[in-house]
C-alpha cells in the first residue's frame, strides 16, 4: 500500500522569508503527485500537481514543486512567504490505477511578522 | 468552476441519534469520497463512491454508511452517533481518472453530546 510522509507537523518562518515543506512516498511504478492547502474553517484546495513532464511544477500563490523519483519525493517551496501563506498543507499520492489518493498528515506552516 | 457543497458547516447532535451529512457535487463526477478529520491524523478515508449505487470501505467505516442514489450526491450516514465521532467531515468528488485532482466542500463540522 502507498504512504506518505510529511516530514514536519509544523514550520514557523518568518515572512518573506523562503520555505520548504517536505513530502516522501512510498516507492511505486507511476505515481500522480498533489499538494493541496486548507486556510482555517475551509475545505483543502490544489496547490499543484505532478502528472508527467518537467519535474519542476508551478502552482497558485507562487508556490512550485520538485518532484524527485530516485528519492521518492516531492517536495514544496515558495522563496518568499507572506503571512497569509499561514495555513495547513497536505501532500497526496495517487498511484497509477487506483482511485483513491492516499494523503501526508499535514504541515503546519506558520508565518509570523 | 466544480463545487462541492455541504448542506451543514455546524451541527451538533446527541448521543444516539441517526446523523445525516449531505453532500452536492455539480461538475458531473463519477468519484465521491467522504473524509474526517482530526487533529495530528491527518484526513482518512471513511467511504469512496465510484459510481451510482455502487460504494467501497475505506480506512475507518465503522459506525458509517453511506448512500448515492443519484450521481451528484453523495450522503454520509452515522447510524448511532457516539462522541468519538466528533469531528470534521470533508466531502470530496473528482473525474473517474487516476489523475485527476480531489474537490472538496467546505467541511461539517460535527459535534456529538
Known amino acids: 500500500a502507498q504512504s506518505v510522509t510529511q516530514l514536519d507537523s509544523q514550520v514557523p518562518v518568518f515572512e518573506e522569508a523562503p520555505v520548504e515543506l517536505r513530502c516522501n512516498y512510498s516507492s511505486s511504478v507511476s505515481v500522480y503527485l498533489f499538494w493541496y492547502v486548507q486556510y482555517p474553517n475551509q475545505g483543502l484546495q490544489l496547490l499543484l500537481k505532478?502528472?508527467?513532464?518537467?519535474?519542476l511544477v508551478k502552482g497558485i500563490n507562487g508556490f512550485e514543486a520538485e518532484f524527485n523519483k530516485s528519492q521518492t519525493s516531492f517536495h514544496l517551496r515558495k522563496p518568499s512567504v507572506h503571512i497569509s501563506d499561514t495555513a495547513e498543507y497536505f501532500c497526496a499520492v495517487r498511484s497509477g490505477g487506483s482511485y483513491i489518493p492516499t494523503f501526508g498528515r499535514g504541515t503546519s506552516l506558520i508565518v509570523h511578522p | 468552476d466544480v463545487k462541492v457543497t455541504q448542506s451543514s458547516r455546524y451541527l451538533v447532535k446527541r448521543t444516539g441519534e441517526k446523523v445525516f451529512l449531505e453532500c452536492v457535487q455539480d461538475m458531473d463526477h463519477e468519484n465521491m469520497f467522504w473524509y474526517r478529520q482530526d487533529p495530528g491524523l491527518g484526513l482518512r478515508l471513511i467511504y469512496f463512491s465510484y459510481d451510482v449505487k455502487m460504494k467501497e470501505k475505506g480506512d475507518i467505516p465503522e459506525g458509517y454508511s453511506v448512500s448515492r442514489e443519484k450521481k451528484e450526491r453523495f450522503s454520509l450516514i452515522l447510524e448511532s452517533a457516539s462522541t468519538n465521532q466528533t469531528s470534521m467531515y470533508l466531502c470530496a468528488s473528482s473525474l473517474g481518472q487516476g489523475y485527476s485532482p480531489l474537490h472538496f466542500g467546505n467541511g461539517t463540522r460535527l459535534t456529538v453530546t
Open positions: 505532478y502528472l508527467s513532464g518537467s519535474t
